[in-house]
């Protein structure tokens, strides 16, 4: 499973590790519609430090596309929203 | 642009079905609708292609275009971050000429002046550590943008490469797949790296809005003088009173030169004189009533 971090790029992860980043990722879900900025900032580097570990770069010139897309990290939580609701903020 | 509320209302009516039927979520993450939304937003570019071997072309053409904007990008944050350097290296100066001032003002006695001196200077202190945020801000985004810059030439490269082996090996049809294949991936860099651009020209913006406010200062000289009298106002006071200093300086030094000549001369003209003058040296107030 190929997982991009907005703005690092992308990393392979077995898909043994799903079942752990899925329960982080429900949870930045839950604190983005509640608009708990202290509470996504966590989880957002928590899942993101989980990916970095588990993960392995992907090549530069990979032309594979992700399965699972992390935002950036010093995203804000206003930015996530928009990114969530309205995908024309993604340029291209 | 055009699919995203559609795109979240469907999001949203699967999310509730779901939890009716009291099933799993299928799209209960931020990860997982964000790699659905990218993924859609390449789909639909690929369907409105007939021949989706014209796509290859096109969205060659438009990831140059984008790596030239990654490029002009990196060049526009890095004029900024220069611009910054010499607005610090100037408010630096400032700083250390008022912390000059500070002293000369309290070795010559005026510890009002100096006190005047280290309050513009603490002011100052302030727009330097701003300055500096900002300075490391902009520092981040032109190694982000410069990494990004690398990935997307990578890609771009491995894009070209492939394109042309699709565009010679295989037929409409048998293209399709593989011409998905690449163009997602590349699609979704596509998506990252435009953001990343907008952000950082956002933040570019924001703080040359700020530079420009700095430059205008600096160039009015209202920096050397927040308080808006007159121009360095200090500085004029500190050589009023240092002129003074050396006058009385060099009469003592004179006197001294005389004192030291014959004391039958010192003693002549100490007679004649004024007898308080031995005890004169040092005081300054007394000379300026004078």
Same mark, same amino acid.
């Given at each position: 499973?190929?997982?991009?971090?907005?703005?690092?790029? !992308?990393?392979?992860?077995? /898909?043994?590790?799903?079942?752990?980043?899925?329960?982080?990722?429900?949870?930045?879900?839950?604190?983005? !519609?509640?608009?708990?900025?202290?509470?996504?900032? !966590?989880?957002? !580097?928590?899942?993101?430090?989980?990916?970095?570990?588990?993960?392995?770069?992907?090549? /530069? /010139?990979?032309?594979?596309?992700?399965?699972?897309?992390?935002?950036?990290?010093?995203?804000?939580?206003?930015?996530?929203?928009?990114?969530?609701?309205?995908?024309?903020?993604?340029?291209? | 642009?055009?699919?995203?509320?559609?795109?979240?209302?469907?999001?949203?009516?699967? $999310?509730? $079905?779901?939890?009716?039927?009291?099933?799993?979520?299928?799209?209960?993450?931020?990860? =997982? @609708?964000?790699?659905?939304?990218?993924?859609?937003?390449?789909?639909?570019?690929?369907?409105?292609?007939?021949?989706?071997?014209?796509?290859?072309?096109?969205?060659?053409? =438009?990831?140059?275009?984008?790596?030239?904007?990654?490029?002009?990008?990196?060049?526009?944050?890095?004029?900024? @971050?220069?611009?910054?350097?010499?607005?610090?290296?100037?408010?630096?100066?400032?700083?250390?000429?008022?912390? #000059?001032?500070? @002293?000369?003002?309290?070795?010559?006695?005026?510890?009002?002046?100096?006190?005047?001196?280290?309050?513009?200077?603490?002011?100052?202190?302030?727009?330097?550590?701003?300055?500096?945020?900002?300075?490391?801000?902009?520092?981040?985004?032109?190694?982000?943008?410069?990494?990004?810059?690398?990935?997307?030439?990578?890609?771009?490269?491995?894009?070209?490469?492939?394109?042309?082996?699709?565009?010679?090996?295989?037929?409409?049809?048998?293209?399709?797949? @593989?011409?998905?294949?690449?163009?997602?991936?590349?699609?979704?860099?596509?998506?990252?790296?435009?953001?990343?651009?907008?952000?950082?020209?956002?933040?570019?913006?924001?703080?040359?809005?700020?530079?420009?406010?700095? #430059?205008?200062?600096?160039?009015?000289?209202?920096?050397?003088?927040?308080?808006?009298?007159?121009? #360095?106002?200090?500085?004029?006071?500190?050589?009023?009173?240092?002129?003074?200093?050396?006058?009385?300086?060099?009469?003592?030094?004179?006197?001294?030169?005389?004192?030291?000549?014959?004391?039958?001369?010192?003693?002549?003209?100490?007679?004649?004189? #004024?007898?308080?003058?031995?005890?004169?040296?040092?005081?300054?107030?007394?000379?300026? =009533?004078?």
């Amino acid at each position: 499973m190929i997982v991009r971090i907005m703005g690092e790029g !992308q990393v392979r992860l077995a /898909d043994g590790h799903l079942t752990e980043l899925n329960k982080l990722d429900d949870v930045l879900l839950t604190e983005v !519609q509640n608009g708990d900025g202290p509470a996504f900032r !966590q989880t957002l !580097q928590a899942l993101l430090a989980k990916v970095r570990e588990l993960g392995e770069p992907l090549p /530069d /010139d990979s032309l594979e596309p992700s399965e699972l897309i992390l935002p950036s990290p010093d995203a804000t939580l206003e930015e996530v929203r928009d990114l969530l609701s309205d995908d024309g903020l993604i340029p291209g | 642009m055009d699919a995203g509320p559609v795109l979240w209302v469907l999001l949203q009516s699967l $999310e509730l $079905e779901s939890v009716r039927r009291g099933r799993a979520k299928p799209m209960s993450g931020v990860m =997982k @609708r964000m790699g659905m939304i990218f993924r859609a937003k390449a789909n639909k570019a690929l369907d409105r292609a007939e021949d989706p071997r014209e796509t290859l072309d096109y969205s060659y053409q =438009k990831q140059l275009e984008l790596l030239q904007k990654v490029r002009r990008g990196v060049a526009d944050v890095a004029t900024s @971050r220069k611009r910054l350097e010499l607005q610090l290296n100037q408010l630096q100066s400032q700083s250390s000429k008022l912390e #000059d001032q500070g @002293r000369k003002a309290l070795a010559l006695g005026r510890e009002d002046l100096a006190r005047e001196a280290l309050s513009r200077r603490a002011a100052l202190q302030q727009q330097v550590t701003d300055l500096e945020t900002q300075h490391t801000t902009l520092q981040g985004e032109e190694e982000k943008l410069t990494l990004a810059a690398q990935r997307l030439q990578a890609k771009v490269d491995a894009f070209r490469t492939k394109k042309e082996t699709i565009k010679a090996t295989y037929t409409a049809a048998q293209a399709q797949t @593989r011409i998905g294949e690449a163009f997602s991936g590349i699609s979704e860099e596509m998506g990252d790296v435009g953001l990343a651009i907008q952000r950082a020209e956002d933040k570019t913006q924001q703080l040359q809005a700020r530079a420009g406010a700095i #430059d205008e200062l600096l160039a009015s000289g209202a920096l050397d003088d927040p308080t808006g009298m007159a121009k #360095d106002d200090i500085q004029a006071e500190l050589e009023r009173l240092s002129g003074g200093t050396d006058v009385e300086l060099e009469l003592q030094r004179m006197k001294a030169e005389l004192a030291g000549g014959t004391s039958a001369q010192q003693q002549a003209i100490e007679g004649g004189t #004024d007898k308080a003058q031995p005890q004169q040296p040092q005081d300054t107030p007394r000379f300026d =009533k004078q």
